[in-house]
């Protein structure tokens, strides 16, 4: 049996603490990211979630219907026509803002661009 003539090199290289506003040089692994302070995580900064609207994206229709009906709404997008129908719940109030076809972000954005593209035309 032959043994193989491999033999595993040390990668070590002068890295940046990914920190932000420590910036400070250290040696380590290539996939190292933080100093010898900040691999702790106590020590790192806490990353604060960037709070959205509820409203952005939904709408607040407020009713007194006791009984599960099926609403038609239209769609809240510049340019869209489609009208979609939402089922409005007892005591529940947020609801989908746009239709099927707008709900999410990048639907709604090449949808616009598509717009402003024909009026340019």
Do not use: S
């Not at 032959?2 to 033999?7: E, S």
């Not at 020590?43 to 959205?52: H, I, L, M, S, T």
């Not at 609207?53 to 009984?67: G, I, P």
């Amino acid at each position: 049996m032959q043994l193989p003539k491999y033999k595993k090199k040390k990668r070590i290289k002068l890295k940046v603490c990914q920190e932000p506003g420590c910036g400070k040089e250290f040696w380590g692994h290539p996939i190292a990211k933080y100093c010898e302070l900040h691999r702790d995580i106590k020590n790192r900064q806490k990353q604060k979630k960037e709070f959205q609207c509820v409203e952005t994206k939904n709408m607040l229709f407020r009713h007194a219907y006791t009984d599960v009906q099926d609403i038609t709404f239209k769609c809240c997008l510049d340019g869209c026509d489609n009208d979609f129908t939402i089922k409005v719940f007892p005591k529940q109030f947020l609801y989908p803002r746009f239709c099927m076809d707008h709900r999410n972000d990048f639907k709604r954005q090449n949808f616009l661009r598509l717009q402003r593209r024909k009026d340019k035309d």
